[in-house]
């Protein structure tokens, strides 16, 4: 069964840091881009971050970039999320999504909260 489980959000002050983690199970996770998705209370999806398979090829949108950091490690399976100077507008339920070029997203996490408060 193809999974991804995401973990580590929380509760954090703005300004504050988070890392999220994903385990990924089933699939041949080092051969996939992967990708962080978020939606905050009230709002559409927005991607936060993609990663190639390997590693070392990032995108970030505007929103996020300079302050997020996507990384991988296939050896375990596991996609992160490191977050810094988290704003108020950073709350959202935080995915995970197993991604390619020709279908998009295929595979989602149930996602993890994140909740940026004084």
């Known amino acids: 069964e193809v999974q991804l489980v995401e973990s580590g959000g929380g509760l954090v002050q703005p300004g504050g840091s988070l890392r999220l983690s994903c385990a990924a199970s089933?699939?041949?996770?080092?051969?996939?881009?992967m990708m962080w998705v978020r939606q905050a209370p009230g709002k559409g999806l927005e991607w936060v971050s993609l990663?190639?398979?390997?590693?070392?090829?990032?995108f970030y949108p505007d929103s996020v970039k300079g302050r997020f950091a996507i990384a991988r490690d296939n050896a375990k399976s596991t996609l992160y999320l490191q977050m810094n100077s988290l704003k108020l507008e950073d709350t959202a339920h935080y995915y995970c999504a197993k991604w390619d070029f020709a279908h998009g997203i295929t595979v989602w996490g149930r996602g993890t909260l994140v909740t940026v408060s004084p």
């Open positions: 089933g699939f041949a996770f080092s051969t996939y881009y």
């Open positions: 990663i190639g398979s390997g590693g070392a090829t990032t």
